[in-house]
Structures are given as structure tokens and as C-alpha cells.
């Protein structure tokens, strides 16, 4: 898995990534009860706003970490939100990218960074 500064993890699977936030920012957020995904489909460039997750403290938005094109979004957890609470890392994905460039990836994170980006 890679890590954004933005609280994102990435995880590769085949030819896609996986995009989800990570238990730091869904600890932050407290209980997420609203989320908004884009549309499958969708290409996007790294920065775009792409998401939109509400909860009882906050609303923020989930930025496209890379270029590419939005295949698959994670339908249960506009359903049930709480998902994202509960398993940030593995039900409470929120969608999933066919990118343009995997060596892309090497900008981001590792988890040991990450544990010291946080603190």
C-alpha cells in the first residue's frame, strides 16, 4: 500500500488501484454518515475532487490521487457510511482507478512514512 498526505491509501490490484482513506483520517472525522462517489467511467487528474465525505464533525472532499479513469466505485458505502468507519482499509474502499502511469505510485508514501508523517 502507498499513502497520501491527504490521508488516502492505495493499494494495487491487477491493472487497477484502489483508493480508500485511512484509519487516521477516519478516526479525524469521527462518524462518517454521508458519502458521495463519482461517477464509473470518469477520468480525472491527480487533484481533482472526486468525492465528498460528511460526518458529525466535518465535510471534505477525497481529491483523485492519480490520472486515470474511475472503473468502480464502492456502492455499500453510500448505503451504510459507517463502513468507512469500521474497515477505512478494507469494506470502506471508495473507488477504484485504472491509471495511467503505475510508477506514478512512487511518490506517495510507504506505511512506515506514513506512521511518521502522522506521529
Same mark, same amino acid.
Given at each position: 500500500?502507498?499513502?497520501?498526505? =491527504?490521508? %488516502?491509501?492505495?493499494?494495487?490490484? +491487477? @491493472?487497477? *488501484?484502489?483508493v480508500?482513506?485511512?484509519?487516521? $483520517? &477516519? ?7 454521508f458519502?458521495?462517489?463519482? =461517477?464509473? %467511467?470518469?477520468?480525472?487528474a491527480? +487533484? @481533482?475532487? *472526486? ?6 464533525? $466535518? &465535510? ?11 472503473? =468502480?466505485v ?17 469494506e470502506?474502499?471508495f ?8 510508477a506514478?505510485?512512487d ?13
Amino acid at each position: 500500500m502507498k499513502f497520501t498526505e =491527504e490521508h %488516502e491509501w492505495l493499494r494495487v490490484e +491487477g @491493472d487497477l *488501484v484502489v483508493v480508500g482513506i485511512t484509519e487516521h $483520517a &477516519a478516526e479525524q472525522l469521527g462518524d462518517v454518515v454521508f458519502v458521495e462517489l463519482p =461517477e464509473p %467511467e470518469t477520468q480525472v487528474a491527480k +487533484g @481533482d475532487e *472526486v468525492s465528498v465525505i460528511e460526518s458529525v464533525k $466535518a &465535510a471534505s472532499d477525497i481529491l483523485a490521487p492519480l490520472d486515470g479513469e474511475i472503473v =468502480e466505485v464502492n456502492g455499500a458505502i453510500v448505503d451504510n457510511p459507517g463502513l468507512v468507519n469500521e474497515d477505512p482499509l478494507g469494506e470502506g474502499w471508495f473507488f477504484k482507478m485504472k491509471i495511467d502511469d503505475l510508477a506514478a505510485l512512487d511518490d506517495y508514501m510507504t506505511e512506515d512514512e506514513y506512521k511518521d508523517f502522522i506521529g
